[in-house]
């Protein structure tokens, strides 16, 4: 896996005043935990750019004023009107000694059922992932030329290389959903069918016929 390195100072201040002055001069604060002690520092929000704003995952060197850590990003929160990253988390790693990280999932292939019309439909778009660093995939790989109408990529499909998924075996990774008008019924029917199964279900019982269950 690909490593980011990012270069950071130590905070001297830990005050909500102090955390916006980085922000304005173009710094996010941050902290790295999981070792013998909390780090908090901030550091260039531009150094963020390739570990963010990608689509594969990456191993993070920090180097805290000559300290160097290992780590991954844990958590990063953004301001929800400007995107502006407000605060890093990064959770010191060590060989030997596994990590979970949420590893994107890369869609290959052409899927039949979507060269017949049908649309595909991305349930993950990233799996939990458990392994040694030195394991750890960039991204995961899901084959689409098998999967056509009626079928579903399942996540104990995909095979684990030296890494654990730790997403539950039968969730769906991928389907192909199918054009309503591929299914044999215009869209006028499918509201009469379910017009009417609306109105059986409030139909009232019939005259000596008992109330359902918990009626009065």
Same mark, same amino acid.
């Given at each position: 896996?690909? @490593?980011?390195?990012?270069?950071?100072?130590?905070?001297?201040?830990?005050?909500?005043?102090?955390?916006?002055?980085?922000?304005?001069?173009?710094?996010?604060?941050?902290?790295?935990?999981?070792?013998? *002690?909390? +780090?908090?520092?901030?550091?260039?929000? %531009?150094?963020?750019?390739?570990?963010?704003? @990608?689509?594969?995952?990456?191993?993070?060197?920090?180097?805290?004023?000559?300290?160097?850590?290992?780590? /991954?990003?844990?958590?990063?929160?953004? !301001?929800?009107?400007?995107?502006?990253?407000?605060?890093?988390?990064?959770?010191? $790693?060590? *060989?030997?000694?596994?990590?979970?990280?949420?590893?994107?999932? !890369?869609?290959?292939? @052409?899927?039949?059922? +979507? @060269?017949?019309?049908?649309?595909? %439909?991305?349930?993950?778009?990233?799996?939990?992932?458990?392994?040694?660093?030195?394991?750890?995939?960039?991204? $995961?790989?899901?084959? &689409?030329?098998? &999967?056509?109408?009626?079928?579903? /990529?399942?996540?104990?499909?995909?095979?684990?290389?030296?890494?654990? $998924?730790?997403?539950?075996? $039968?969730?769906?990774?991928? +389907?192909?959903?199918?054009?309503?008008?591929?299914?044999?019924?215009?869209? *006028?029917? #499918?509201?009469?069918? #379910?017009?009417?199964?609306?109105?059986?279900?409030?139909?009232?019982?019939?005259?000596?016929?008992?109330?359902?269950?918990?009626?009065?």
């Amino acid at each position: 896996m690909k @490593t980011v390195e990012i270069i950071g100072y130590k905070r001297a201040n830990l005050g909500k005043a102090d955390a916006k002055r980085l922000r304005v001069d173009g710094n996010v604060p941050c902290v790295i935990y999981g070792g013998d *002690e909390q +780090v908090h520092f901030s550091a260039p929000m %531009i150094l963020f750019r390739e570990l963010v704003y @990608t689509d594969e995952a990456h191993f993070v060197k920090l180097n805290i004023e000559g300290q160097e850590y290992q780590a /991954i990003l844990q958590d990063i929160q953004f !301001h929800p009107v400007s995107e502006v990253i407000l605060h890093a988390d990064f959770l010191q $790693i060590f *060989e030997g000694k596994t990590v979970k990280m949420e590893i994107p999932v !890369h869609f290959e292939g @052409t899927s039949p059922g +979507v @060269t017949k019309g049908g649309t595909l %439909i991305k349930k993950r778009r990233y799996l939990s992932i458990l392994a040694l660093p030195k394991d750890m995939p960039e991204y $995961i790989s899901v084959d &689409l030329s098998k &999967l056509d109408f009626g079928r579903a /990529i399942k996540v104990g499909e995909i095979e684990a290389k030296d890494f654990e $998924i730790l997403d539950t075996p $039968i969730a769906s990774v991928a +389907v192909v959903e199918v054009p309503r008008a591929l299914r044999g019924k215009s869209d *006028e029917e #499918e509201e009469a069918e #379910e017009l009417e199964g609306a109105e059986a279900e409030e139909a009232p019982a019939a005259e000596g016929e008992a109330p359902a269950e918990g009626g009065e």
